[in-house]
Structure formats: C-alpha cells, structure tokens
C-alpha cells in the first residue's frame, strides 16, 4: 500500500529504511529545559523561604539569646523584652477552641457523609461544604467580629467578654478548618475495606456500633491526621486572629480577653510603617521562622500517618 | 438501617435482650450525625445573612447645614437651575475651598447636577447619626422611627443600599458615605492578572515535567514532596517572602525604576501592585501544580501510546493531546487557586498594601490595594458606617469571585464538548 518515496520531512533516511534511531531535537530540549526550571522553582520558594527567615532572624538572635526569646513571657519590642510566650499561648487557645469545634462536628459530618447519607444528599452536601472553605478568610473576621463576640457577649455577660477575644476568633476559625478536617476524614473512613463492615454487621452489630467501634478505630491514622493538619492550618490562620482576637501581646490563659497571636502581631506590624534593618523588623522573621518550623512539622507528620495508612489498606 | 428487620424476628430473646436500647442509640447518634451537618450548613447560611443585613438597611441623616437655609423663595435644591446653585455656593463656601474647587474645573463650566453635587457634599454635609441592619429596618421600623423622633428631630431616615453603582465604580475616599472601591477592584484585577501570568505557565510546566517526564529519582521525589510541604506554609510566610525578595531585594524592577518608569507623585518603594502579584503567584503556584498534575494523570494512557504509536514525539504527544484532553480539569484547578489568590489578604498586608490610596493604580508600578484588604481596613474600625461598607465590599467581593467560577465553569463545558476524549 504505501510505496516507499522521499521522506520530505527527514530527508537523511534512505526511502524504504526506517530508522528508529533517536535523532536529536534541539526544540524539544529547550522545551525540556524550560519544564525542568518551572519545576524548580517550587525549590527556589522553599531555599528563598529558608535563607530570608534564617538570615532576618540570625541578626535577630544576635541580640537576643534563644533561650530568652523562647522562655521570655513578656513580648514588647520598644523596651526590648522579645519574649514569644505570650503570643505563642494566644496561638495555641485560639487553635484549640479551633479544634473544639472543627473536631467533633467535622467527625460528625464525615460519618454522616460516609456511613448515613445517599449518593445523592452525599453529592449535594460535599460542594456546599466546600463554599465554607472557599469563602475568603477577611469575611471571617468580620463575621466573628460582629456576629460572634457580640454573641458570645449577650450568653456570656457583657463584662466578662472584651470586645476582641480569642474565643470568638477561634470559634470562628474552627468553622473554615471543619470542611478541611470532615472532607479528610470522610476520605479515611470510605478507605476502610468492606469487609470489615461485612464482618461487623455478621456479628450482628448495629450499624451505629459498625461504624464507632469498627470503622472509625481502623481509619483512626487518618483522622489523626486531618487533625494534625487542621490544626497547623489553624496556627497559620491570619486574617481571622488579626480582626478579631486583639491587638497587643497579653500572656492569658482566658479566652475571653484579648490577646494577639503570631500570625496577628506579623499582620498588625508589618501593616505599619516599619523600617528595615530594626529590631523590629527582624522579630518577624524570628516569629515567622516559628511559624514556619512549627507548621512544617505538623504537615510532615500529617502527611506521613495518610501514606502509612494507605500503604496498610491498598 | 442494614441488617435490622430480619434478624428481629427469628433472634433469641437472650440475643435480643438489649436490642431496642442498641437500636434507639443509634437512630441517637444518626440525628447528631446529621445535627453536625447542618450546623455546618447552617453557619454558612449565617454567613451569608449577616453580609445581607449588613449591606442594607435604614440609616438617619442629619445635615450640617439646613437645606432650608440655602434657598429663597421656597425652591428645592434639586430643582434649582444652575446659576442660581452657583450663587449658593459663592456665598456659603470658604473662598480657599472656592478656588481649589475653581482650579479643578472652573464653576461656569459645570452642569447642574455636577453642582447640586457640589453644594451637597461642601457645604450641606449630610452626617450618619445612626444606622440600622436590614432586619431591624424590616421588623423594627416602628421602633427606629420612634427612637430618632426624640433623638434627631430634624434627622432624616432613608433605606439605604450600601451596595450602589456609585460604590462600584467610585474612587476610594475616606467619607464612608461617597467611598467607591473601584480602586480596589483595579488594584484585585491588576494584581490577579501578574499572578496569573506567572503562575499558570509556570505551574502547568511544572505539572507537565513532574508527570510526563520526571523518571522516579531522589531529585524528583525530592521536588514532589516539596510541593506538597509549600502547599501547606502559611500564607503570611509567603508574605514574608515577598517582603524581603520582592520589595527590598527586587526594588529597582519591582517599582519600575529599572525600566526608567518613575510613578507619578509618591513613591511605591517596592510596594507595587507586580510585588503583590509576584508574592501571589508563588502562593497559589503549589496549588495550580498539585492541580495539574492531578488532571494531566487522568488522561489515559492508550492516548500517549497511540499518539507515540504513530510517530508523534514526546512533546507533540503532550502539546497535541495529552494537554487539549486534560485541559478542562486544569482550567478548573487554575481557578480555584486563582479565587483563592483573590481572597488572600495577609501576604498582601505584609508585602505592604497601602492602607488609603488617593489615586487609582494605573501600572503595575503603581501602589496597591485590593478588595480584601479595604474588606480588613473597614471592618478594623469601629464606626458603624465603616461595617456597613465592609459588608458592602464584601458583596464586590464575593459577586467577584463567583462570577470567576461561573465563568470557570461555562469555559470548561465548552473545552468538554470539543474534546474528543472523556
């Protein structure tokens, strides 16, 4: 059928002879080139986070001791105390109140999703959840601000609750982390063989006992996970701290008071005018360096208990 | 309920002893189940409700200077031909102010609703002396009419939309009453667009070598597992980021000096809208990569194979077919991280948005600021005119972003109905 001619294209190969030698190509190379670069970049953004935050905060702690900065429980950069306790505390209420309610109500959620609800109410549910987590974080500050606390104020007692509270803040924040939190545990639950349902049901459990003593123990990795990551989502959460939880560093345990996290004091300093090359400027780094560490940590450790558990059940 | 009816009615009674009681816990614990569900619908929906009620309702005006005052012979200042509104402005302005307003456009030459706007806003002042929410406008009118009846007698109470066409396309100014944020929106849709320049072909070239190229090596495993860690930072440390590389390390380029463009009036320092644009791309760029390189998997196998099959090349292969046939999911994940992009207000502060801008942003050069970030400066005031606004702003905002999606998605339909592949 096909008569051997002249090959316009590659007219080296002798007519009737295919060559199935590589040929060079130089377009295809550059093309190469240019895909190996777009993917190093992802590398450049971690060596640029890594040299920025350790050169700042390495002339940071040249004039501050670690040990200071890191058991210091009073943070006021004009007297020169950088003590991080204070906002490392107010991190952590805001993240736990995250937690107390992204917890049990995204479990509850995911359960419902995977064990109770049809197809169709499943794939109803899952996109509105995903609006939540879609929903800019600033809308949340402003919801906490002025729906929240003055909610919290009118069930709490006007005096006890200030205007700016980390409980309002982490309230709020524990509903953006929920969709986040049910939609991976959902994920841990629905990977759970059939099996181990099937068994369950022969041994004449309800479907209620299936799914708390059967299915949620065996995808328990994976909810340890989502909570892992939810919470370090909760610790790099901004907008909502900044707007709502206070300004000014306050070393309190109550929920109720103001208090200003990490990532609120970065925002609210670095919103002013700051000059470079004071101490001021490199504290952030310093603080950013924290966060940074502290955040990493939790991803890696969440993303390595998701690979553990799937290695077990695929 | 799986499993129930049958094995009632032949069971044992001492097999079913706590029967019922197991069975009322679990019909329990399925109403929590779903309780959850809708608390978590629910606080959407709150979500939602107060931006409305926010956005509109009655507020009670109170002029500085009595309306009454100002015309003779019984008129109307809005029926009022333009001479004689000149008069009326001639004689109640200060003569600094006149000359000012002289200078920006002579008084002769203005029309007569350019004037009335003029003797509105210099010299009667309308003043908020209180505002309401929709709810309290709707159920509670009797009650806000009563209350300004002895607090502001000579007040004025009108419904008010937060929302208007002027706010849409006016410049920022620093009265809550007449501020637009069409510079906000200038300065979202300048940013967004350097953000995605950069970071769609960066990140969909990444996506194309960490699927169809990269062999199994430490290197690439090494960049995959990097991806995902980034995709997990905080974006206030990206902010960080920028901040140091952008704006200090890249000043000349970023604010344009290295091009010989010098802004006009103040000086951006590096703060520019291609610093923010920048800082954004590399925010959302793990994400479009994650995206990406989940749709680029999805495409069958048979369709390389074939392809190669007949002699296509590595790049024709992936240029020709494996991108037209994974296009719509990676239009999809791009948009997504792009309304993330949007949304993002924390890196924009730290790279350094300007807090109240006196001009539009008109290159990218230019200082910035963004929709979400006049969302954060609104809402962190305590004036109740400036919540309203935040509300308002925060309709932009989201109208914004949902017509991005529908346009997402529209687009996407089409690239599906001309794909030859599912």
Known sequence: MMKPEKNALHPEEEPGVLSFGKRPRPQEMIIQAFLIFCAAVSILTTLGIIIVLGTESSAFFREVSLWEFLSGTSWQPTVGEFGILPLLNATIVTSLAAMLVALPLGMGVAIYLAEYASERVRETLKPILEVIAGVPTVVYGYFALTVVTPLLKKLLGEDSVEVYNTLSAGLVMGVLILPLISSMCEDALSSVPRSLREAAYAMGATKLETSTQIIVPAAFSGIAAAFILGLSRAIGETMIVALAAGAGPNFTLNPLKAAETMTGHIVRISGGDISYDSMDYRSLFAIALVLFLVTLTLNMVSRRIVKKYREVYE | ??????????????????????????????????????????????????????????????????????????????????????????????????????????????????????????????????????????????????????????????????????????????????????????????????????????????????????????????????????????????????????????????????????????????????????????????????????????????????????????????????????????????????????????????????????????????????????????????????????????????????????FAIITRNKLRKQKRFG
């Open chain 2, 1 to 406: 309920m799986m499993g129930s009816g049958e094995s009632r009615g032949g069971a044992r009674p001492d097999f079913a002893v706590n029967l019922a009681s197991r069975y009322a816990r679990g019909t329990r614990w399925r109403t929590m189940f779903m309780l959850s569900t809708l608390l978590a619908i629910f606080f959407l929906c709150a979500l939602i409700v107060t931006i409305v009620d926010d956005a509109f309702g009655y507020v009670v005006m109170v002029d500085e200077v009595d309306q009454d005052s100002l015309v003779m012979d019984g008129m109307r200042l809005e029926t009022m031909e333009a001479p004689a509104l000149r008069t009326v402005i001639a004689e109640n302005l200060s003569p600094r102010r006149y000359r000012a307003l002289e200078r920006e456009k002579p008084f002769s030459e203005r029309a007569q609703s350019d004037l009335h706007a003029v003797v509105l806003t210099e010299i009667v002042k309308p003043q908020v002396v209180a505002t309401y929410t929709l709810f309290e406008s709707l159920f509670d009118r009797n009650r806000i009419i009563q209350e300004n009846l002895e607090a502001n007698p000579d007040g004025t109470i009108i419904f008010r939309s937060w929302v208007t066409m002027h706010f849409l396309t006016d410049s920022l100014t620093a009265i809550p009453l007449s501020t637009g944020v069409m510079t906000a929106i200038k300065g979202t849709l300048l940013t967004i667009m350097i953000t995605v320049l950069f970071s769609f072909p960066t990140g969909i070239a990444a996506a194309i070598w960490l699927e169809e190229y990269a062999t199994d090596n430490r290197l690439n495993r090494f960049i995959q597992v990097n991806i995902y860690n980034l995709a997990g930072v905080p974006s206030i440390i990206y902010g960080m980021l920028g901040l140091a590389i952008f704006v200090r390390g890249m000043e000349p380029i970023t604010s344009g000096s290295a091009f010989g463009v010098t802004s006009a009036g103040e000086m951006a320092n590096g703060r520019t809208v291609l610093s923010a644009g920048l800082t954004l791309a590399i925010l959302i760029l793990p994400v479009i990569i994650i995206n990406a390189q989940e749709a680029i998997r999805a495409v069958p196998g048979s369709l390389r194979q074939s392809s190669l099959a007949v002699g296509a090349t590595k790049w024709q292969t992936i240029w020709h077919h494996v991108l037209p046939a994974s296009s719509d999911r990676i239009l999809t994940g791009a948009v997504l991280a792009i309304s993330r992009a949007i949304g993002e207000t924390a890196p924009l502060v730290v790279v350094g948005a300007s807090t109240f801008l006196t001009q539009d942003p008109s290159s990218v050069f230019a200082k910035f600021t963004t929709l979400p970030i006049q969302i954060y400066q609104w809402t962190s005031r305590p004036q109740s005119e400036f919540r309203h606004i935040a509300a308002a702003a925060i309709v932009v905002l989201l109208a914004l972003m949902l017509s991005l999606n529908a």
